[in-house]
């Protein structure tokens, strides 16, 4: 805790790849609302992206 850097990912070590899904059949406005921020900002989640180094293929 309070340690930039102290962990990192290696890639030569065994991992799997997991995805996240977000869905409802009661709240269907939560998605929509979500997909409309997604797309509003997506230059912020770019640089989210690009800052904690996250690849999606």
């Given amino acids: 805790m309070g340690q930039p850097n102290a962990l990192s990912f290696d890639p030569d070590l065994k991992h799997t790849r997991d ?23 997506a230059d912020k989640v770019a640089e989210l992206k690009a800052e904690y180094k996250v690849n999606l293929d």
Avoid: C, G, Q, V
């Fill in 19 to 41: 995805y996240y899904y977000a869905s409802t059949t009661t709240k269907p406005e939560l998605i929509a609302d979500f997909n409309s921020w997604m797309s509003e900002n």
